[in-house]
């Protein structure tokens, strides 16, 4: 019975690596993104504010951890709340610019795509926001699966 709660490191292991990366992405693009030309206003790297703090570092950070967990799970519990919290960080990607008006102001907190072109300004938006979202989703629900196989 003590051996049920147990499962191999193997499983989560390139699930938690995905979400490792996936977290570092969300959390630095906002302050690297501007020396490739794909950012968000303010376009300047490594420019901090509240919008990056609650919309992009604490979703990248959460992501991250919850990789760390994964990856080092010995039991389904850990493995299940490392995906979980990613899972709902990549919610928060997904649906935090929508819902920060509600709590500043009706102003987005994010701010706006800083691209110069209609296609950037959509691949800013789905590289940092919804796109990250959904794949951050997408892994964290791959890795659940895995773990109660």
């Known amino acids: 019975?003590?051996?049920?709660?147990?499962?191999?490191?193997s499983r989560g292991a390139f699930?938690?690596?995905?979400?490792?990366?996936?977290?570092?992405?969300?959390?630095?693009?906002?302050?690297?993104?501007?020396?490739?030309?794909?950012?968000?206003?303010?376009?300047?790297?490594?420019?901090?504010?509240?919008?990056?703090?609650?919309?992009?570092?604490?979703?990248?950070?959460?992501?991250?951890?919850?990789?760390?967990?994964?990856?080092?799970?010995r039991s389904r519990h850990t493995a299940l709340f490392g995906a979980l919290l990613a899972a709902a960080a990549g919610a928060w990607f997904v649906?935090?610019?929508?819902?920060?008006p509600l709590w500043n102001h009706h102003v987005a907190m994010g701010g706006s795509p800083a691209g110069s072109t209609q296609y950037m300004r959509i691949m800013e938006q789905l590289g940092f926001f919804t796109a990250l979202g959904v794949v951050v989703v997408f892994v964290s629900v791959l890795s659940i699966g895995e773990g109660f196989r």
């Open 1 to 9: 019975m003590a051996g049920m709660l147990q499962m191999r490191r």
């Open 15 to 73: 699930s938690g690596f995905l979400l490792i990366l996936l977290g570092l992405w969300g959390a630095l693009i906002p302050f690297i993104g501007p020396y490739f030309h794909f950012a968000y206003t303010p376009d300047k790297a490594w420019t901090y504010n509240t919008g990056r703090l609650w919309l992009e570092l604490l979703p990248g950070a959460a992501v991250f951890l919850g990789g760390v967990l994964l990856m080092a799970a």
């Open 95 to 100: 649906l935090g610019q929508s819902l920060s």
